[in-house]
């Protein structure tokens, strides 16, 4: 009698394992897949479906967080495009020395 017992309760954890790899793997459709497996887990093909889908991806989408972009200095790269500009000819000495004021606030 105590044989029929364990060969039972063995029989049902092999049952019901697609589902409790469902929620030891915090599965996003753990309810889903424990609802497959207690209804359809009778046939071969919904226990495998089962324990398939217990397997798949069950991570749930990770928050991405934006992160503003490393502000750099704002000024040096203002200064840079200047002096850029300067060296091409498009603007003058003047205008440049105007501007480097400007931006350094002086």
């Known amino acids: 009698m105590e044989s029929i017992v364990l060969i039972i ?11 409790c790899i469902g929620w030891s793997r915090s599965h996003n459709n753990g309810t889903a897949i424990f609802i497959l497996n207690l209804l359809l887990g009778w046939t071969i093909l919904g226990w495998v479906c089962a324990l ?6 069950s991570n749930k989408p990770e928050q991405v967080i934006a992160q ?10 203002e200064l840079e495009k200047l002096a850029s500009l300067k060296e091409k000819g498009i603007i003058t000495e ?8 400007q931006i350094l606030g002086l």
């Open 94 to 101: 003047e205008e440049f020395e105007q501007k480097k004021k």
């Open 52 to 57: 398939i889908w217990s397997f798949t991806n």
């Open 68 to 77: 503003k972009p490393v502000q750099q200095n704002s000024q040096y790269f």
């Open 9 to 19: 309760i063995g029989c049902v954890l092999i049952y019901f394992l697609p589902s």
